[in-house]
């Protein structure tokens, strides 16, 4: 998979404490980015989802965090990195209610409605991607 | 390891959580929250989650939790200051909190417990509302 861009900023996931820093990191970096209260809130929350994914199911990974400026947009994109076990069928992890451990079953589902980009690149035995934006 | 202090509010038990929760600290106050119940005979828990900048289902499954035990042992959960983007979230992520009291503030959550406190007794054991 490809490197993360040069002026990001690569944060671990490998314990809960961690995912408590992840959210703390992303509302700054939102409100920088000039997201309003409700979207810093709903681009957090996903975060907060994905890194507990990265941890429980991933085995702890990455997320790498840039600032996006194109001229049309101003946001920021996260991406979440594991070298787990990766997910077999993405569209039955994405449905709401489908957890193989003992969660709701909400998290992944519920990122991409909060989100306005989502992606999830995942190989059996080799890990998973998982990369969401929230524009302005 | 740090806790969320529990305060006895007359037959309430009010917990104000402050930090950002990590989940170590979430199962601990379920935990502590449900001797605490027992241990006071509270007949109410109000949650104070203004300070909350986020809720996420590990933090509402929690909640979920807390307010399901607390009824198996005669007390009603009240989650009180939800913030209105936390609310919106919520909503987005798809968390109903279906088992969970709300309301805007603890006087007001409190005024709900009284109102459960001085309803009569019920044949069925269902209260209304
Ligand atoms: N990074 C990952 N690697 C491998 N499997 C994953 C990963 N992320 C999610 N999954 C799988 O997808 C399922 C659904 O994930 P989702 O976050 O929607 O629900 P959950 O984590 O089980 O529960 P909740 O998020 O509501 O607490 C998980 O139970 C797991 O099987
Ligand atoms: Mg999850």
């Given at each position: ?45 996903a975060?907060?989802e994905l890194a507990r994914n990265t941890l429980d199911y991933g085995?702890?990974g ?18 979440f990195?594991d070298?787990g076990p990766g997910i077999a069928d993405i569209q039955q992890a994405l449905r709401d209610g489908y957890t193989t451990g003992n969660g709701l079953g909400l998290g992944l589902g519920g990122a991409k409605r909060?989100c306005?980009?989502f992606a999830i690149e995942s190989t059996v035995g080799v890990g998973t991607r998982i990369t969401i934006?929230?524009?302005? | ?56 289902s ?35 992520l798809g ?35």
């Open positions: 998979m490809a490197p993360a861009p040069a002026d990001s900023t690569v944060l671990q996931i490998r314990s809960s404490d961690d995912v408590v820093l992840i959210r703390q990191q992303v509302r700054a970096r939102a409100a920088e980015a000039g997201l309003g209260l409700v979207d810093q809130t709903k681009i957090i929350t975060a907060s085995g702890g990455t997320m790498a965090m840039t600032m996006v400026n194109d001229g049309l947009r101003r946001g920021i994109r996260l991406v990195d070298k909060l306005n980009e934006a929230r524009w302005k | 390891m740090d806790r969320i202090p529990i305060l006895k509010l007359g037959r309430a038990l009010l917990v104000t959580i402050q930090v950002d929760m990590h989940d170590r600290l979430a199962t601990a106050l379920e935990d502590d929250l449900t001797n605490q119940i027992v241990k006071h005979g509270a007949h109410g828990v109000l949650i104070d989650i203004s300070a909350l900048e986020i809720v996420d590990f933090i509402g499954r929690t909640l979920d939790t807390i307010a399901a035990v607390s009824r198996v042992l005669d007390a009603e959960t009240v989650v009180v200051g939800m913030r209105p983007a936390v609310a919106i979230t919520l909503v987005e968390l109903s909190l279906a088992g969970v009291k709300t309301a805007l503030n603890v006087e007001r959550g409190m005024a709900l417990l009284r109102q459960r406190d001085d309803q009569p007794e019920q044949e069925d054991g269902a209260s209304a509302g």
